[in-house]
């Protein structure tokens, strides 16, 4: 029985080590899915963001406004309204 007794733990080890190793390569390969979902969905907004660039540039172009900036037209007469608030 002795020698019974000492391969039980070593076959529980390698029992463990089996699970374990299987744990992880499954760990592994959901890690690996999950990743390539990601990386699918950022190259899908990428094309989204594109395509609405695209779109607004076509506006522009449309209403005749093709190269001025509107972010720095907008933020002008909010500057002007702030220097004339901050001296009243």
């Given at each position: ?30 890690f ?57």
């Amino acid at each position: 029985m002795d020698g019974h007794d000492t391969d039980d733990p070593k076959q529980s080890t390698a029992d463990m080590t089996v699970f374990v190793q299987n744990l992880l390569q499954q760990m592994q390969s959901r890690f690996q899915t999950m990743s390539e979902s990601i990386i699918s969905k950022i190259d899908e907004m990428g094309g989204r963001i594109e395509e609405l660039e695209q779109s607004i540039n076509d506006l522009r172009v449309e209403m005749g406004q093709e190269g001025s900036p509107s972010p720095s037209a907008t933020l002008k007469p909010k500057e002007e309204t702030k220097a004339v608030d901050d001296s009243a």
